[in-house]
């Protein structure tokens, strides 16, 4: 019975946080591509590998820290500890989660800066204007 | 916008320094020095008042727009990676005063100021030495 509830719990982890990798990755993906198009000026293209290169670091991690953290160091063997298990596990999974989702966010609105920043005007207008001779 | 024309003083140390600060850094827009008042200077802007151009710092743009003073500062922190943001910042309707007022004390004590410079700044030279 012991080894039954150790590994339903394990199970259920893995389900819920894949679940909740993907969803979050896929949202991060749909919504981060308009970003990085503007980012981009247009270029669908490279918004659209960096968009795929971005996500794929994101799955990396975050599979790597549920794979990680997978192990429970106590006896799991009622309803009662593999629950209060899960919510920890879970728990901490999210908060990796939203982490790197505001990490992610401050990627993009970093590109996003630098790109605007590149096109800036110059911040004040001249005094006068002068022949130029060309050579 | 490629590049822009630095008009200098070549005789003040300070601005020696500054010049080389400038080169090292990473830019936007290309940064062209030309001492102020030289033959160069004159065959390309012929009808600039370059008299005005030995007492405050001048940038130039490829069209022909003229910055002086000031403004010619804001335009080489606007050209470099990594100060343009400041640019817009000291540019701002709250800061400029404040800015135009610092700006042009370092110009009229620039003389004074070369040993700062010297302590700040350390050109090529001194870099290659230490």
């Known amino acids: 019975m012991n080894t039954n509830w150790i590994v339903t719990t394990y199970l259920v982890y893995l389900a819920i946080s894949i679940v909740l990798t993907i969803w979050v990755a896929r949202t991060l993906h749909k919504n981060g591509r308009v970003f990085l198009v503007d980012v981009f000026h ?94 | 916008m490629k590049e ?19 080169l090292g850094q990473r830019k936007y827009v290309d940064l062209l020095f030309v001492p102020a008042n030289s033959e160069e200077a004159w065959y390309r802007f012929p009808q600039l008042n370059h008299a005005r151009t030995l007492a405050e710092l001048t940038v130039i743009t490829e069209r022909g727009a003229v910055y002086r003073g000031p403004k010619a500062w804001l335009m080489c922190l606007w050209a470099l990676g990594d100060y343009r943001a400041w640019s817009f910042r000291l540019a701002s309707p709250e800061l400029l005063p404040t800015a135009k007022q610092v700006i042009g004390m370092i110009s009229q004590n620039r003389t004074k100021l070369e040993g700062v410079g010297k302590m700040l700044l350390k050109t090529d030279e001194k870099r290659a030495k230490t």
């Open chain 1, 42 to 135: 247009g270029n669908e293209q490279l918004a659209d590998s960096v968009n795929h290169l971005l996500v794929v670091g994101f799955y990396l991690i975050n599979l790597g820290y549920v794979s990680l953290a997978l192990q429970i160091g106590y006896r799991v063997d009622t309803s009662q500890t593999s629950i209060e298990a899960l919510s920890y596990k879970v728990g901490m999974v999210l908060l990796v989660l939203g982490g790197m989702h505001f990490v992610n966010l401050y990627v993009f609105s970093r590109m996003r800066r630098r790109s605007t920043l590149y096109d800036a005007p110059p911040p004040v207008a001249p005094d006068e204007f002068t022949a130029v001779r060309e050579h």
């Open chain 2, 4 to 22: 822009m024309l630095v008009l200098y003083d070549p005789n003040c140390g300070l601005c020696c320094r500054v010049k080389d600060w400038l």
